[in-house]
């Protein structure tokens, strides 16, 4: 839920994407100042920063910079072994595609 952060005027801001985030962060906050000021990450070595700040955003970012691809690579676990003991028909084809796709990734 963290969408950036960036550095300016000596503070470190986090922009949070839900305000449940925010708060979250704000009840941790202390045990988060110490080890960023003592170990900074590698990208923020050459600035520093003397205190950390949070806020919501509900702003999309415009900068190309912020989008994330993600690709999800996992090892599938289940085998598709079930039965679909649904009526009714919508339901029953979903549940059929689930099972047609777990097979398609375990063969």
Do not use: W
Request: charged residues 25%.
């Amino acid at each position: 839920m963290i969408r950036f952060g960036y550095i300016r005027n000596g503070i470190l801001f986090f922009v949070f994407s839900h305000p449940g985030a925010k708060q979250e962060f704000d009840i941790i906050i202390d045990s988060i100042k110490t080890p960023l000021k003592s170990y900074p990450p590698q990208t923020c070595a050459s600035s520093s920063f003397d205190d950390i700040r949070a806020f919501v955003s509900h702003k999309r970012p415009t900068s190309p910079s912020f989008e994330r691809h993600t690709a999800i690579d996992y090892q599938e676990r289940s085998k598709g072994t079930f039965s679909n003991h649904t009526t009714n028909k919508k339901v029953h084809d979903l549940i059929e595609e689930i099972r047609h796709s777990i097979h398609d990734r375990t063969d």
